[in-house]
């Protein structure tokens, strides 16, 4: 079983950037795609960003395309999440995720593909 623990949350201004990191263990990371959610206060957790076991393929929510970026680094079991231009509406707490199925093609948006959550780092947007 993977576990994940991410790290680099805070509070900063809006237009302000802080990246995330997502350490995980064992020595599979390399075959599995890896996702960003988050969740604000009284709302759904919702999807933000994937990455695939390669690195090649990406896949971004509307509401953070062009403003974040996914990436990791196989080699250090390190998935990030670089966010720029901080809005007060992208305050949430964070959780990274694996994808449950190795060598996906096609990275998933869908919550339910995921079977590994780290504990959440909390991002807070003042405005």
Same mark, same amino acid.
């Given at each position: 079983q993977v576990q994940l623990v991410e790290s680099g949350g805070g509070l900063v201004q809006a237009g302000g950037s802080l990246r995330l990191s997502c350490a995980a263990s064992g020595r599979t990371f390399s075959k599995y795609g890896l996702g960003w959610f988050r969740q604000a206060p009284g /709302?759904?957790?919702? +999807? #933000? &960003?994937? !990455?695939?076991? $390669?690195?090649?393929? %990406?896949y971004y929510a509307d509401s953070v395309k062009d403003r +974040? %970026? !996914? $990436? @990791?680094?196989? &080699?250090?079991?390190? #998935?990030?999440?670089?966010?720029?231009?901080?809005? =007060?509406?992208? %305050?949430?707490?964070?959780?990274? &995720? /694996?994808?449950? $199925? =190795?060598? @996906? #093609?096609? #990275? %998933?948006?869908?919550?339910?593909?995921?079977?590994?959550?780290?504990?959440g780092t909390q991002v807070t947007v003042s405005s």
């Open positions: /709302k759904e957790r919702e +999807f #933000v &960003a994937a !990455i695939g076991w $390669s690195g090649r393929s %990406t +974040f %970026t !996914i $990436s @990791r680094d196989n &080699a250090k079991n390190t #998935v990030y999440l670089q966010m720029n231009s901080l809005k =007060p509406e992208d %305050t949430a707490l964070y959780y990274c &995720a /694996k994808d449950l $199925s =190795p060598w @996906r #093609v096609e #990275v %998933t948006t869908d919550e339910g593909a995921y079977d590994s959550w780290g504990q």
